[in-house]
Each structure stands twice: as C-alpha cells, then as structure tokens.
C-alpha cells in the first residue's frame, strides 16, 4: 500500500495537476511519505 502511495496521490488529484499550490502540496506529501519510509527502513 505505501509503496503505491505516490500513484495513488497521483491519480487521486490528475485533475487538479494544473494548479500550482496542488502540485506543491502533493510534493509536499511524497516528501513526507519518502520520510516515513526511510523512518521504518
């Protein structure tokens, strides 16, 4: 499940992909689920 997470973000909000503050915030997440992976590793 985690490792899908960023596709799942990803298709969850393709259709908010032309804005800027949603693209910052999407980075954002993947930002904080790499760190929650790299935490458990």
Known sequence: ???NAE????HELQFEFNSEI???FIDAGL????AC????I
């Open 22 to 24: 949603t693209q910052k």
């Open 31 to 34: 930002e904080i689920i790499h």
């Open 1 to 3: 499940m985690i490792e």
């Open 7 to 10: 596709e799942y973000i990803r």
């Open 37 to 40: 992976i790299s935490c458990r």
